[in-house]
């Protein structure tokens, strides 16, 4: 969607400079919804988010996970859930089963655990109290 392969080889190399700059920065991957963006406003993000700080960078790149993990949802409700449903055996005792709704529940824990991961390494990684 972002028409990264269009890229020229110029500005394939500048991104993959820019990454390892960030990484090193940061200490993690640069992360943007590319859905939301074309190719030339990655390589601009991504050189304007080099200036950040690292608690601001992480903040970002966390809103930048909730946008992906919207869309993710997003398209995920767009397929044919009742095809996923009629395909399972539902059990007797859970006449109510929802596999979306046990597929949001094991999503949300996970982003509460990454979230929470996060916290506790920015603390005690960088030095800076929540």
Not at 16 to 43: H, M
Request: glycine residues 4%.
């Amino acid at each position: 969607a972002a028409g990264l392969h269009k890229l020229t080889p110029e500005d394939k190399r500048d991104i993959d400079q820019l990454n390892k700059r960030y990484k090193e920065k940061f200490g993690f991957p640069f992360v943007i919804c590319a859905r939301e963006n074309k190719a030339n406003a990655i390589l601009l993000g991504l050189k304007r988010r080099l200036d950040n700080s690292k608690e601001s960078e992480l903040e970002e790149g966390i809103q930048e996970v909730k946008k992906i993990f919207l869309i993710y949802m997003w398209s995920i409700e767009q397929s044919s859930w009742l095809e996923i449903q009629r395909s399972l055996v539902r059990p007797p005792a859970l006449p109510d089963f929802s596999v979306k709704r046990w597929v949001w529940n094991k999503i949300k824990l996970g982003l509460m655990t990454t979230n929470e991961s996060l916290r506790e390494w920015k603390s005690s990684d960088s030095g800076i109290e929540n």
